[in-house]
């Protein structure tokens, strides 16, 4: 199946209102920046071929897979002025770049990349930001045995506040973490058929309107995850993240299980 990957935002709160930093898929956890990771866990179940939806920063997403090297997360050995690889990364990926608009929303770039999913009855989407380690043949399973015309992911609230149930008086009757409440959000990982583009209006949202519009029809599948699911919306996260990859923990990282094979580049 085809990846869409929506990679042209702005991504503001992670890069603290600076105009010329690159744009948050680009943000590096351990030597690979974000949308590498997001594409090596897709690559892994046998999903490479790509379809980025560009915008913001274009240029950055470009530059490093058109310069990509190999050599910085991968084993070699140098013989003879010659470097035979141990492992390797996109050798088989097919990746398209499409400029989807700076200013275009979620839906309105998925619009755009349609005629690059022409014969997909079913492709992936993703924002290119999110790292998990969610079962996805499952999850793909799960949405073509059905007849839904999108599934998302969603997981626990992630927020660290607590809700505080009072009366009009102001006494406090409970305090509930809000991870702790019967409620889901997006996860950010989303199987879709073709009708999804019936419910897109020109400039209009994914969730909002595609997803919205198929869940008042009951057709809109989800599907929880409470396993490893970590967002980089801000630089505390992308940070949190960089370090557990400099220690080893890196539940997200499948591929690395993978045995690794000779090549010579």
Not at 16 to 28: F, I, L, N, V
Not at 59 to 81: Q, V
Not at 203 to 226: H, I, M, Q, S, T
Request: proline share 6%.
């Amino acid at each position: 199946m085809k990846v869409v990957l929506f990679c042209g935002g702005y991504g503001m709160r992670m890069r603290g209102g600076s105009p010329t930093d690159a744009p948050k898929p680009m943000q590096m956890v351990g030597p690979r920046p974000l949308i590498w990771h997001v594409m090596r866990y897709y690559a892994h179940f046998g999903h490479n071929e790509f379809v980025l939806c560009l915008g913001y920063g274009a240029h950055h997403i470009k530059d490093f897979f058109l310069h990509y090297s190999e050599t910085a997360s991968n084993d070699f050995i140098l013989r003879g002025g010659r470097v035979e690889l141990l492992s390797t990364d996109i050798a088989d990926w097919s990746i398209s770049f499409v400029q989807t608009g700076l200013d275009s929303p979620i839906g309105e770039r998925l619009r755009r990349v349609r005629d690059y999913l022409e014969g997909e009855e079913v492709f992936l989407a993703n924002y290119a930001d999110v790292l998990t380690d969610a079962p996805l043949p499952d999850m793909i399973e799960r949405f073509t045995e059905s007849d839904a015309g999108a599934s998302m992911m969603v997981v626990p609230p992630q927020s660290s506040f607590h809700c505080v149930e009072m009366d009009e008086g102001g006494r406090v009757g409970s305090i509930t973490a809000v991870s702790e409440l019967p409620l889901w959000e997006n996860g950010g990982y989303f199987v879709l058929r073709q009708d999804i583009f019936d419910h897109i209006p020109e400039n209009g949202d994914l969730v909002a309107d595609g997803c919205g519009e198929l869940a008042k029809r009951g057709r809109l599948l989800a599907y929880p995850y409470r396993g490893f699911w970590k967002p980089t919306d801000t630089l505390k996260e992308r940070a949190a993240l960089d370090e557990a990859y400099a220690r080893g923990e890196r539940p997200w990282a499948l591929w690395e299980q993978a045995k690794p094979r000779a090549r010579t580049a």
